[in-house]
């Protein structure tokens, strides 16, 4: 049973913009941070990169590169996450994952989450 599904990956010119989406389940947005990650060939060791999360609160974080670009928002009527992103360049060039990666506290309660990972959707960027 897969929980965790992306999708809009694509390949487009530098200066445009995708978004992508991440379905799963209400449970797994009550209890886990939902998080995008990438991972591109271009990138030291080849590591998975944070590039934003949110948690069910609305607090968003991201990583300095993609700030002012880059929006993460929740769908919650939808059970989805989505990653809008502008002014793609080059360096942006990965394959996405949506990731419910970690537990979250919000109105002062903890909640656990084992972590449930998507297999990835790709984006292409070039010149």
């Known amino acids: 049973q897969v929980k965790v599904v992306e999708s809009g990956g694509d390949s487009v010119q530098a200066g445009g913009s995708l978004t992508l989406s991440c379905t799963t389940s209400i449970d797994i947005l009550r209890s886990c941070r939902m998080a995008w990650y990438r991972q591109g060939l271009q990138r030291p060791g080849n590591e998975r990169q944070l590039?934003?999360?949110?948690?069910?609160?609305?607090?968003?974080d991201y990583h300095d590169s993609v700030k002012g670009r880059f929006t993460i928002s929740q769908d919650k009527a939808n059970n989805a996450i989505k990653l809008q992103m502008n002014n793609l360049t080059i360096d942006d060039t990965a394959r996405y994952y949506c990731a419910g990666d970690r537990g979250q506290s919000y109105d002062g309660v903890w909640h656990s989450c084992r972590g449930h990972w998507g297999q990835g959707t790709q984006v292409t960027v070039s010149s």
């Open positions: 590039v934003a999360n949110i948690k069910w609160d609305g607090t968003t």
